[in-house]
């Protein structure tokens, strides 16, 4: 399968600690995406890479999360001290350029107990 | 402010039925519109897109409208299967971003009945 891949398929972890989720796109995709989303809602934009460059990051993205695309393949993103409100489906996608369609992977689920 | 609206929220439908859903938005300037079809615990995979010449388009059983003018689109589902029970997200993108940041809409949650 050459499709975007996420992981872990799920997370779940006691409120104030780190998770890390990672993310690998389409091998000829040079751009990456970060949403996030919760039940009933559609994705909310977090974060985008062109290559290994961080472009731009939502108001959402507290510093409490970061996001890394070291040699601009996989993409890590880190949340440090985890809050019950980041409880959600983390999606990745990727994509060739902005007019193609955007390749999603099947997402990280975290809990926050 | 850029938004996405769909209707309705969820829709249930009998096997081998006609569905229509609908999607307004405020996006401007428009670049594309994006329908995806989302099972409960999988990412979104994408339909149709559609740019501003567009005003239909077809991919098996979905057929997308498009009207730039009313900033209206549709996703209409033909002779429905159980398969078809999912989210259903219109996206919208912002021409002249480089960024290709897109603008989602909640989705209509469609469940589809033997």
């Known amino acids: 399968d050459t499709g975007v891949s996420q992981d872990p398929r799920h997370k779940i972890t006691k409120r104030g600690q780190n998770v890390t989720f990672r993310c690998d796109p389409i091998?000829?995709?040079?751009?990456l995406y970060w949403y996030r989303q919760t039940l009933g809602q559609g994705p909310e934009f977090l974060t985008y890479?062109?290559?290994?460059?961080?472009?731009?990051k939502s108001r959402l993205l507290s510093d409490r999360f970061s996001a890394e695309r070291p040699k601009g393949s996989f993409s890590t993103l880190e949340i440090q001290r985890t809050e019950q409100g980041d409880s959600a489906m983390y999606l990745c996608?990727?994509?060739?350029?902005?007019?193609?369609?955007?390749?999603f992977g099947d997402g990280t689920r975290l809990s926050i107990l | 402010k850029n938004q996405v609206e769909q209707s309705p929220q969820s829709l249930i439908i009998l096997e081998g039925k006609n569905c229509t859903l609908q999607?307004?938005?405020?996006?401007?300037?428009?670049?594309?519109l994006r329908w995806y079809k989302q099972d409960t615990g999988r990412g979104p995979v994408s339909l149709t897109i559609?740019?501003?010449?567009?005003n239909t388009k077809s991919n098996g059983r979905y057929t997308a409208t498009l009207d730039a003018d009313t900033k209206q689109s549709s996703l209409h589902i033909t002779a429905s299967q159980l398969s078809d029970s999912a989210s259903y997200i219109c996206?919208?993108?912002?021409?002249?971003?480089?960024?290709?940041?897109?603008?989602f809409g909640r989705g209509t949650q469609l469940t589809v009945w033997p």
């Open positions: 559609m740019t501003f010449s567009e």
């Open positions: 996608a990727s994509s060739q350029d902005s007019n193609q369609p955007q390749h």
């Open positions: 890479f062109q290559n290994e460059a961080q472009l731009e």
């Open positions: 996206v919208v993108s912002e021409r002249g971003s480089t960024l290709g940041r897109l603008y």
């Open positions: 091998s000829e995709h040079n751009r």
């Open positions: 999607c307004n938005y405020t996006v401007s300037p428009f670049s594309n």
